[in-house]
């Protein structure tokens, strides 16, 4: 079989079995570009970490790391640990309690969530939506939100910030959060559905003539609206716009490919197996090109599950106020380094994957962090934020860099976006592209 008549998307198939083709060097074509192409993801852990267990002992190169990124021994010479980051609008700004709220809001978003447990949300355009915005249409889905723990998207969960704030970390605008899917089944069939099933195409088809119809009858009433409410109804035709484009673009592209990976049968009991079931999603959602920006939550901010496989049966949130307590911050370390062990995991199956000149952790920017320093203080300044992979796009590991006071967390997100060729001019609080990255 010549290369011409090999697609991106096109599966092998014999002996009962069906495999979805990775990235291939030799295989190009308009899916499939002649370079592996550069992927986003974004790791969120709530309520902070132990600082003095996380903190590189020096800026420069890490010879030796700190107790809670031992996991990432392996992966040291493609790790980058950054000091020094603030994400500003976590902080009160007169706007009393709810730094759990502000934290997972302002992450990727740069912005001030707007306090209410209300419907009129507002925090602001997240970093991983700009990318999805300018790379979306190149694969099947735009991005991938994912987590391990449900959260209502109403309903006052934070000193009287709405339950949305604290569960979502993706906005694809001020007003638009994007909920994460914490079901490896319903993950699976996101990124594998079988577009040929004749069922389904009915179903396109079907959904297509009901957009139209709601498109058409539904542009008559903006004229007698108000401000608030034409902005309500044009977020909604937005809606209705990308689902029309999602079903076009899967009419145009080959059937997804189904990858050699069990279906999952749904929510594991066990929180080690349902972390590492997402974590192998997530790769084969990159492996298979069926998207190129995730989020990651791996638990809720605030969240208060306790950790009884890493011998802590303490609620995490509690802990998290510990007073200084030895023990306490003893326990906090044990849940830092249970995350840690999942993103080494994450990292580390990535760069087991061969692609193009390197791996497919060299052609992915894997960010991890907080939008709290120390819990017990609910400090947004000097946050502990790391960075791994990004060979391909420049970025030289094995350092600990340490920026200036003040330095906003999201002149990080727009140096990555930079390195991905997602130029952006600003992102919530910027103040610039981040300096240092480039090896």
Known sequence: MTHSMVNRRRILTGMGATVALPWLEGLTSAAAPATPPKRLAFMYVPNGVHMPDWRPAAPGVMTVLPPTLQPLEKLRDDLVVLSGLTADKARPHGDGGGDHARALAAFLTGSQARKTDGTDIRAGLSADQVAASRLGHLTRLASLEIGSEAGAMAGNCDSGYSCVYSSTMSWKSATQPLPKEVDPKLVFDRLFGQSNDPRRKERDRVRKSVLDHVLTESKSLAGGLGASDRRKLDEYFSSVREIEERIARAEKLPPAPKPEFGRPAGVPASLPEHLRLLC???????????????????????????????????????????????????????????????????????????????????????????????????????????????????????????????????????????????????????TGVLDGLIG
Request: charged share 20%; hydrophobic share 35%.
């Open 280 to 430: 192998d999603l997530l790769v084969l959602a990159f492996q298979t090109d069926s998207t190129r920006v995730a989020t990651f939550v791996l638990a809720n901010e605030g969240s208060n599950r306790p950790y009884p496989f890493a011998q802590v049966s303490e609620g995490h949130h509690d802990l998290s106020h510990h007073g200084n307590d030895k023990s306490k911050q003893e326990k906090i370390s044990k849940i830092n380094l249970f995350h840690t062990t999942q993103l080494a995991y994450l990292a580390g199956k990535m760069k087991s994957i061969r692609e193009g000149d390197g791996t497919l952790l060299d052609h992915c920017l894997l960010a991890y962090g907080s939008g709290n320093s120390d819990g017990n203080a609910h400090n947004h300044d000097d946050l502990p934020i790391a960075l791994l992979g990004g060979k391909s796009a420049g970025i030289k590991g094995g350092r600990h860099l340490v920026f200036s006071k003040e330095t906003p967390l999201a002149n990080l997100w727009l140096a990555m976006l930079d390195r991905v060729g997602v130029g952006a001019n600003r992102l919530g609080d910027s």
